[in-house]
């Protein structure tokens, strides 16, 4: 009897810690593809061919359009292309020119490098930069000045769902090998380097494409994955299935028939309350993750077995966020796993809800331990 229990308790204790450790796993599975739009106004700073040439401070406008896809959650490269608008500022000579612009672009998800996660949930910063060709086109030039561009910038984001944010972004272009000035006149033995300077601020809106739930901006993946809380679980496991006495056959020798002495702890009950046996979710999400069914299956069979018992539904958060909202999402993860039971056919009369809000005995500053709070545990009695 000891044995079968022993290889039951550490086979359901394994497959919980392979569920954990396949969560950081599965945190790869966010989307990596973004359309980003923009539009704003800017600032030509020079060249101008006279004092009287000058737009106004800022000026309209600025069109952005790019495509951008994240290696990781910090990493990517983004191709957009991009129009401004000169015109005459007041009291400036009249003058319109129109610059095009297409950039091959690195991108540093400021955010995620500097963890934001750890204070914010929905600002987000992004560092860009890289070169592409330009053009600039006026009529009293005799041709389009074609150019080299260097640009470079910085993106602030406001999620505003899991497929848009807002965004506002500042950029700085330098041109090289530009002939003409931005008011359209042409020039003679010019500095062959970066002599043309632009500063571009927008607006606009980053869109998320993909099937998965979030976008590389917004996942948080940790790069060392600490197992020790959970191998420390199957420890806890093996010694309390060896505290159960080891069961005998006592034989009565009036008569030629074997019975056994049954304990009467119930093993299966103490691992469910001390929290072997718990229901696990993503960051911000009331939704259990797909690998802790195993831990609900448990649950419910004992629950079907033992028809006079009932439960408490324990649910927790992580320290992140307001004590308000981990107290509300912890009882929205409580009630939706109760919910899994009712359907399963358990009367809602035997299942109690527990709010219990942010679990304050993981340390809030290790991403994994987070991971370990936001979960549902059980307590039979």
Request: charged share 20%; glycine share 6%.
């Amino acid at each position: 009897m000891k044995k079968i229990v022993t290889i039951v308790a550490l086979t359901i204790g394994l497959i919980n810690l392979h569920a954990q450790t396949e969560t950081k796993s599965n945190e790869t599975n966010y989307n990596k593809w973004s359309i980003e739009v923009a539009g704003g106004l800017n600032k030509p700073q020079r060249p101008f061919s006279a004092k009287q040439y000058y737009t106004n401070i800022p000026s309209p406008f600025v069109v952005d359009l790019g495509a951008r896809y994240m290696f990781n959650n910090k990493f990517g490269l983004k191709a957009d292309i991009g129009y401004d608008s000169f015109t005459d500022g007041k009291n400036s000579a009249s003058f319109k020119s129109n610059y095009y612009r297409a950039d091959l672009q690195a991108v540093a998800n400021l955010g995620r490098i500097m963890n934001f996660e750890t204070w914010t949930k929905t600002i987000g910063l992004l560092g860009h930069t890289g070169f592409g060709m330009s053009v600039l086109e006026n009529k009293n030039m005799p041709f389009n000045d074609k150019m080299v561009n260097f640009i470079a910038g910085v993106t602030a984001q406001v999620r505003l769902t899991d497929r848009l944010a807002l965004t506002g972004d500042f950029s700085t272009i330098l041109n090289a090998s530009q002939d003409a000035t931005f008011d359209g006149v042409y020039r003679d033995n010019v500095e062959r380097g970066f002599s043309g300077i632009i500063f571009n601020g927008t607006v606009g809106l980053n869109i998320y494409l993909g099937k998965q739930n979030q976008h590389a901006d917004w996942v948080v993946v940790s790069d060392n994955a600490d197992l020790t809380a959970l191998e420390n679980k199957i420890a806890d496991l093996e010694a309390l299935v060896n505290k159960i006495p080891e069961q005998k056959p006592q034989v009565i020798v009036e008569k030629p028939i074997t019975t056994t002495i049954v304990s009467d702890k119930d093993p299966m009950k103490e691992m469910i309350n001390d929290k072997y046996y718990s229901v696990y979710f993503d960051f911000n999400k009331s939704t259990p993750i797909e690998n802790s069914t195993a831990a609900i299956d448990v649950v419910l069979t004992y629950l079907r077995k033992n028809p006079s018992t009932s439960l408490d539904i324990i649910g927790y958060a992580d320290q992140v966020g307001s004590v308000e909202y981990n107290e509300k999402l912890s009882s929205l993860r409580a009630n939706n796993v109760k919910t899994i039971f009712e359907k399963a056919g358990i009367s809602s009369s035997r299942l109690n809800v527990v709010s219990a809000g942010a679990d304050t005995s993981i340390q809030k500053d290790y991403e994994e331990a987070n991971r370990l709070a936001r979960r549902v545990t059980f307590k039979v009695k």
